[in-house]
């Protein structure tokens, strides 16, 4: 196998992957065994018809891999629950998480057998398991594909940094456009920091720092150094700590950004006022950078906009509850306790050109990983997106 033809199919963004075997007399494939584990969860979450399949996770960390693989796993599982009556729902009481593990980039590269394993955890949103799942193990899989359409899934799998461009009057979409560029940014990803300022890249306009403060404490939160690795940025927050993400705009046209925590929208916890009324799905998942103003003497004045927490409503007293990092399974929310989640440590923010919606602007009562902490009323400011793809992504690990 030539380096050229893996590069191709690691980086085609046409892939995701779902694996069939091939054919062997006493081996099951992974459709039969995915049948299996979805028929113990049907059985085990007592008449119930949704489930919360999270993104399965590498457990390697192969970060290019997995962003093929995950959500190929992912969708594959989720037809055979479809087959038994159960729908994905990220509100069900019943959480699946799956870790998986495949054979590394070189041993790929040297055409060794494939071999994957997926191991399976079941509980419930206040952490007991109901049953224990074996794991599963495929040999020699085929890699037949799954189209993933949308960047912002695929940036967020992959971990890129760095800024998208998109040209007019062309015959590809927006989203095509991004998926070549998002190709490009997982080969060469181009992080940048300065001290505690962090940057998609060198020339970005948004500007990023992570401030943190130990919880319980009264003192000022204090912005947290970061280094760049092969492009990639890290900060080092400690257990225990709560933290704030500052986005300064040194620009002078608004963004809406989308924030994910350890691989769970800010929004995951939020009611229904940032639900779809039928679905349950979430309506809302942007909030407002406000734009730089120009002075007299046309000099940019950056404006700071500070993400607090994890979204809990997009109204009243308390509608937000701190990002606090604490070790896997432990919450400060007793409501809240599920498993470790996808994307373990790490920040990841989207940013989208956007405008105001006028009217309804702000609400006055408005190895770790990142739970619910204290709770806080904050205003809320709505953005209404203007264009298919994200134009800048930038990816923050806390931890190493």
């Known amino acids: 196998m030539s380096k050229v033809w893996y590069q191709s199919f690691l980086f085609s963004l046409a892939v995701g992957l779902a694996f069939a075997s091939q054919e062997q007399v006493e081996a099951a494939s ?14 085990s979450i007592q008449g119930a018809t949704t489930i919360d399949v999270r993104a399965f996770t590498d457990i390697n960390a192969q970060t290019e891999v997995s962003g093929r693989i995950a959500p190929g796993l992912q969708a594959q599982f989720l037809e055979a629950c479809e087959k038994l009556g159960v729908r994905q729902n990220d509100q069900a009481d019943h959480v699946l ?11 790929i590269e040297a055409d060794d057998p494939i071999v994957l394993e997926v191991e399976f955890s079941l509980k419930t949103r206040r952490g007991r398991s109901p049953v224990e799942i074996a794991p599963i193990r495929v040999d020699s899989p085929k890699l037949p594909t799954v189209k993933i359409d949308e ?7 992959l971990g890129v940094n760095g800024m998208v461009t998109t040209k007019a009057n062309v015959d590809a979409s927006p989203s095509d456009l991004s998926r070549e560029q998002l ?8 992080g940048f920091a300065s001290e505690a300022k962090i940057k998609s890249n060198a020339g970005s306009k948004i500007e990023v720092q992570i ?24 900060v080092s927050i400690p257990l225990g700590h709560e933290y704030k993400i500052q986005v300064t705009n040194h620009g002078t046209l608004p963004f809406a ?8 929208s800010v929004f995951h916890f939020a009611d229904d006022t940032c639900r779809d009324p039928n679905t349950k799905r979430l309506a809302i998942k942007h909030q407002l950078v406000r734009a730089g103003e120009a002075n007299a003497e046309g000099q940019v004045i950056p404006m700071t906009t500070t993400l607090p927490g994890w979204i809990l409503s ?4 308390n509608n937000s509850a701190r990002f606090l990092v604490s070790s896997y399974g432990n919450s400060n929310s007793p409501e809240v306790r599920f498993p470790r989640p996808p994307h ?16 309804n602007l702000r609400d006055p009562d408005a190895t770790k990983f990142t739970t619910p902490g204290e709770r806080e009323t904050i205003g809320y400011e709505r953005a209404e997106v203007t264009a298919t793809a994200p134009s800048e992504f930038l990816t923050i690990r806390y931890d190493r």
């Open 30 to 43: 992974l459709e039969e065994e995915f049948q299996r584990v979805a028929t113990v969860v049907k059985e």
């Open 97 to 107: 998480l799956a870790t998986f593990s495949v054979n590394d980039r070189k041993s």
């Open 151 to 157: 960047p912002n899934v695929l940036g967020e799998a």
């Open 183 to 190: 190709a490009r940014l997982a080969l060469t990803p181009t």
């Open 211 to 234: 401030v943190s403060r130990r919880a319980g404490s009264s003192g000022d939160f204090q912005p947290l150094s970061a280094v760049v690795k092969q492009g990639q940025p890290f």
């Open 257 to 264: 950004v989308a924030t994910s925590i350890d691989g769970l």
């Open 314 to 317: 997009a109204t009243g007293a």
């Open 344 to 359: 373990a440590g790490a920040i990841h923010l989207q940013f989208f050109p956007c405008r105001l919606v006028t009217g």
